[in-house]
């Protein structure tokens, strides 16, 4: 005859009707109980910080006026505000190399591909937008400041 379980095994006591059984099995619950309260401790307290960090953040942003942007400020050296001028004076686009001989700089590699650096840094700054490759033009209406 087969035990009620469906088991092949006849030992009465790993029978969870058996007192041994029920202990077992209460050993084994209060073990998993055990380490889900531990698991519940920290996803408490993940959350607890989680809240905090909330609260910090929202009073951070709510300190910003979003709606005024800060002025982007113009890289620290003469040749960037030189650049811009020649910009706000010529109002078009223009080519690295152009943009030396109105900074009356020698049409050499070295000036030519010092200011497209220049160029690019401004485009990615804002203050400058690149055209068709190689013309750079003026950029938006932003109030410039010097920084």
């Known amino acids: 005859m087969r035990p009620p379980d469906g088991g092949t095994h006849n030992d009465p006591r790993r029978h969870p009707a058996t007192p041994d059984g029920i202990e077992q099995r209460e050993r084994q619950l ?8 531990a698991r519940l401790r920290e996803a408490q307290a993940e959350r607890n910080a989680l809240a905090t960090t909330a609260r910090t953040v929202r009073a951070m942003v709510a300190d910003l006026d979003l709606a005024q942007l800060p002025a982007p400020v113009l890289p620290d050296g003469v040749a960037y505000q030189q650049i811009m001028d020649v910009f706000e004076h010529e109002r078009r686009p223009l ?18 591909e010092g200011t497209r650096a220049r160029l690019k840094r401004l485009v990615s700054l804002g203050f400058l937008e690149e055209m068709s490759l190689p013309r750079w033009v003026g950029g938006t209406d932003q109030q410039v400041t010097m920084g």
């Open 95 to 112: 080519r690295a190399r152009d943009l030396c001989l109105a900074l009356d700089l020698p049409v050499m590699p070295k000036h030519v």
């Open 30 to 37: 209060d073990e998993q109980v055990g380490e889900l309260a």
